[in-house]
């Protein structure tokens, strides 16, 4: 009687143990978490800080008439999904390989149509594997390229001399030969910021001893590894910060500050070994290169302020040549970065450039929304983040660092909290623009 009626309490319990979220794909049973977390993954792979990857996946289980059944963490590395009446939880790894460009829209246009319900849950592995088959090492030739564009670019935006341009322009080439051999090598990854910003401060130095030039530019040393600053990585780790994910944004603004002092002793170094002194009056941020000029001619004049407007397209174009942007995400880029470039020089005589960056940043995340809503393969995820280069002064607060000067760092901080606080002002304006997806 005993064994009957132990049998029998177990069946009662299976039958009032609430059923799993499932979903079956191809005859077989699927757990609806580990499909969240199938897409989560691919999400963080693509460069999304935690706080948007559980944003997004909490608005796909709500659109799939899931509701609170699930509940859902994020980590940098793994996402956890657990059954809320049982506890069972499914927990998948990030794969760890970073997507490009045009990877990172098709999985925000597939974030997008699970939202809007017009992609059903089951869809999901299929997709993910997809856009996955997509993921090779960089091209040699538009990386390399990507990387001289984006150096030259930035040297021009911020007014170095001729010379200093032309010095980027070829050292930047250097830089990105040093990062596609290392990159091949997953031990070597660590200190690809700290060879690079020897070798550019090296050639720098060795360039300006044997010519004789005697003002070296702030951006001459780092225009060359502005691909390596670690901008939307920190501006992440604030925003993650701000949203209350203390462990994910405490651990990624450590490993930025990290990232920081290895390119910081690289500069140390290599101005250590050429004997290389970099003019601390040419420190500015975007809004503030107006008014650098010099009263030099020939390699040493600077650009007139005219160039940098054709500067920022270069630069747009470099950096979707290193991050493996199409076309549409390149034109994108073009108009987002020339817009980002306006705003903060205009609104800087008015608000000063720390309050002009916080500004141009909430206009610019409600501008790259309504650009989603009218092309909605040009996701504001991903055409938002070139415009972290000029709008994140991490090459400033990167040679601050590096000299060690606390008044001088603290403008690139104040700088970073502003972008944060203008980000997040933009993404919380409430129901402006309704984002459309695709159906296929």
């Not at 010379?163 to 990159?183: F, H, P």
């Not at 990854?189 to 060795?206: E, K, Y």
């Not at 390149?330 to 916080?358: D, I, K, Q, R």
């Amino acid at each position: 009687m005993v064994g009957i009626g132990s049998a029998l309490t177990n069946l009662r319990d299976a039958l009032r143990r609430p059923e799993a979220h499932v979903e079956v794909i191809d005859g077989e049973t699927v757990p609806v978490g580990m499909l969240l977390g199938t897409l989560g993954a691919l999400l963080l792979d693509a460069g999304s800080s935690v706080t948007d990857v559980r944003s997004a996946l909490e608005k796909a289980r709500d659109s799939a008439g899931v509701g609170d059944g699930l509940a859902i963490g994020v980590l940098p590395a793994l996402v956890i999904v657990s059954e809320t009446a049982t506890g069972a939880a499914t927990i998948v790894n990030a794969e760890g390989i970073e997507l490009s460009f045009r990877q990172s829209a098709r999985a925000n246009r597939l974030v997008l149509g699970l939202e809007r319900g017009a992609i059903a849950l089951a869809e999901i592995p299929a997709r993910v594997r997809s856009i996955r088959q997509g993921t090779r090492p960089p091209a040699p030739v538009p990386w390399v390229l990507g990387n001289a564009l984006t150096s030259a670019g930035l040297a021009v935006v911020f007014r170095c001399p001729w010379w200093a341009v032309l010095l980027a322009l070829v050292v930047g080439a250097l830089v990105g030969v040093i990062g596609l051999l290392l990159r091949r090598f997953r031990e070597a990854v660590a200190v690809v910021p700290f060879l690079a910003a020897f070798c550019s401060t090296a050639v720098v130095g060795l360039v300006a001893a044997g010519t004789g030039f005697d003002h070296v530019p702030l951006y001459a040393v780092c225009a060359p590894v502005a691909v390596f600053v670690p901008g939307a990585l920190i501006t992440n780790a604030l925003l993650e910060l701000t949203a209350a994910d203390i462990v994910t944004g405490s651990a990624r603004l450590m490993q930025g500050l990290i990232m920081l002092g290895f390119m910081a002793a690289g500069i140390a170094a290599g101005s250590a070994v050429t004997g290389l002194r970099v003019d601390p009056t040419s420190a500015a941020l975007v809004g503030e290169v107006a008014g650098i000029g010099t009263d030099r001619a020939g390699w040493e004049a600077v650009p007139a302020l005219w160039a940098s407007w054709v500067a920022v397209v270069v630069l747009a174009t470099g950096i979707s040549l290193v991050f493996g942007s199409g076309w549409r995400l390149t034109a994108a880029s073009v108009v987002v970065m020339v817009t980002a470039y306006a705003l903060v020089s205009w609104l800087t005589p008015f608000s000063g450039s720390v309050v002009a960056t916080g500004l141009a940043a909430a206009l610019l995340f409600v501008a790259t929304r309504v650009l989603e809503r009218i092309v909605p393969v040009v996701p504001a995820t991903v055409s938002f983040r070139p415009a972290f280069l000029l709008l994140v002064p991490g090459t400033v607060g990167l040679v601050a660092v590096a000299t060690f000067d606390a008044a001088a760092l603290a403008t690139p901080l104040a700088t970073f909290v502003s972008l944060c606080v203008g980000t997040k002002i933009g993404g919380l304006l409430p129901g402006l623009f309704a984002r459309s997806a695709p159906t296929s």
